[in-house]
């Protein structure tokens, strides 16, 4: 008998049960994340999580893949249908792990990247310090127009040609404008360089076609999570075209380069959410850009500063509230309070402000995909706005708010757009 180590169990799943209790009751505007449907869960916590399969479905190096291929095999299908590409491969087990792949596919050491400064909202997997960096990388940035909230153009075009880079990766995690792909890729080609395009946080958008479409702007390849506006599990996925033999070596670097075994619980997972998606994705994308606009506005009536105002404040699922005039501690502040007050966000770096305000930055992001899966429409957009103001504006008591905040969330628990509850 063991000396009583059960209590670690009961914590931890004790902890777990709190965990979604609390969340279930709180407004999730974490612009990374969203909710999955039962079917999905179902798949995750299922025996496929026991299984090794390593390779192409079919040329497996392990015995015993028989179902396991058949539900890659249908998901290959269904990802080159929602995305309209040749070839798709949900192995990666993360967006990070995807960027990878491709960096070791299609790069060697020494050669050049232009990538989003993390600064201007890109990915830490495409810096010096993060994946590019790893490959052995000289990594560029593209200039970034403040005003316009975007890459600019003019000045990046003159980038590609003087740099003559390997690779340009477009795409970042602070992205509520579509990037300028369709003007840049045919200069990238002009130089010989891959054209790789980042989805992580807009794939849902992308495979709604609410957002741009990257493979039809002259992208070779995107990579993405599947967790954010894609509402499937955690993990990573890469469609992409035909772009001639190194096709091989973008595949090689998957498997065995940068994986040895997928998660294959998983992979069925974004395998039922790319089903949801051709069933329902179109309406859910649809809905969530309609919700940040009218998330952008009533904040914007509530008297908060909302960046991006020349473009109609954003055109993805996210919004830039700078709160810098609200409190020395900007972002740094108000975080905390709002999730005392039962409303989930994350403070960021806005690209005008210096990085040592790393932690006290300018702004908050938000995103509305996970609220907008659980049924949530304009209407409601304008309370959450309203419950921001009493908090940061109206410096109201946040405990007060939550009981406010967990009253109004009452009504939507449940993950629409799929299979088991249909549209909301
Ligand atoms: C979130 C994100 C990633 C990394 O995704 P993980 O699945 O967390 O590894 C990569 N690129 C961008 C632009 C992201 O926002």
């Not at 399969?53 to 497996?60: F, H, I, L, S, V």
């Not at 600064?119 to 010096?128: R, Y």
């Not at 959410?273 to 069933?279: Q, V």
Request: glycine letters at 10%; charged letters at 25%; one cysteine or more.
């Amino acid at each position: 008998m063991s000396e009583g180590y059960g209590e670690y169990r009961n914590k931890v799943l004790g902890f777990i049960e709190e965990h979604e209790k609390w969340r279930s009751h709180t407004v999730n505007l974490i612009a990374s994340e969203n909710v999955t449907s039962p079917s999905v869960k179902r798949a995750v916590a299922s025996g496929f999580m026991h299984k090794y399969a390593e390779g192409w479905p079919r040329q497996r190096y392990y015995q015993g893949c028989k179902y396991v291929d058949e539900v890659e095999l249908i998901g290959v299908d269904l990802f080159c249908r929602l995305f309209k590409s040749d070839f798709a491969d949900l192995r990666p087990v993360s967006g990070t792990n995807a960027n990878q792949a491709v960096f070791f596919g299609l790069t060697q050491p020494g050669d050049k990247a232009i990538v989003l400064h993390t600064s201007h909202g890109g990915h830490i997997s495409h810096m010096p310090f993060g994946a590019a960096g790893m490959r052995g990388l000289e990594v560029h940035t593209w200039p970034f127009d403040n005003e316009a909230f975007n890459i600019d153009v003019d000045k990046a075009a003159q980038l590609i040609r003087e740099v003559e880079p390997k690779i340009v990766v477009f795409g970042g995690s602070l992205f509520p404008f579509p990037h300028p792909v369709k003007e840049l890729a045919p200069v990238a080609k002009e130089v010989g360089a891959y054209v790789m395009y980042d989805a992580a946080h807009v794939l849902g958008l992308i495979a709604g076609g609410q957002f741009q479409d990257p493979l039809r702007e002259g992208v070779d390849v995107i990579t993405a999570s599947t967790h954010k506006t894609f509402p499937g599990p955690q993990g990573g996925i890469i469609v992409y075209k035909n772009f001639g033999e190194d096709v091989a070596k973008l595949q090689w670097a998957i498997f065995p380069g940068v994986l040895s075994n997928h998660h294959l619980h998983h992979m069925a997972g974004k395998v039922i959410t790319a089903a949801e998606m051709l069933e329902y994705g179109e309406k859910y994308a649809e809905q969530v850009v309609k919700n940040a606009k009218a998330m952008a506005e009533a904040l914007v009536e509530e008297g908060f500063k909302v960046v991006g105002e020349d473009r109609g404040y954003t055109e993805s699922h996210q919004v830039i509230v700078d709160v810098s005039d609200l409190h020395p501690a900007a972002g740094g502040w108000a975080a905390p309070l709002l999730e005392e007050a039962g409303i989930i966000l994350n403070k960021n770096l806005l690209p005008w402000d210096p990085l040592e305000k790393v932690n006290e930055p300018s702004g908050l992001r938000i995103g509305v995909q996970e609220m907008t899966r659980v049924g949530m429409k304009e209407d409601d957009m304008k309370e959450i706005a309203g419950f921001m103001k009493r908090v940061l504006i109206d410096r109201e008591d946040p405990k007060k708010v939550e009981r406010d905040v967990f009253y109004f969330r009452q009504n939507f628990q449940r993950p629409y757009y799929s299979f088991d509850y249909g549209l909301p």
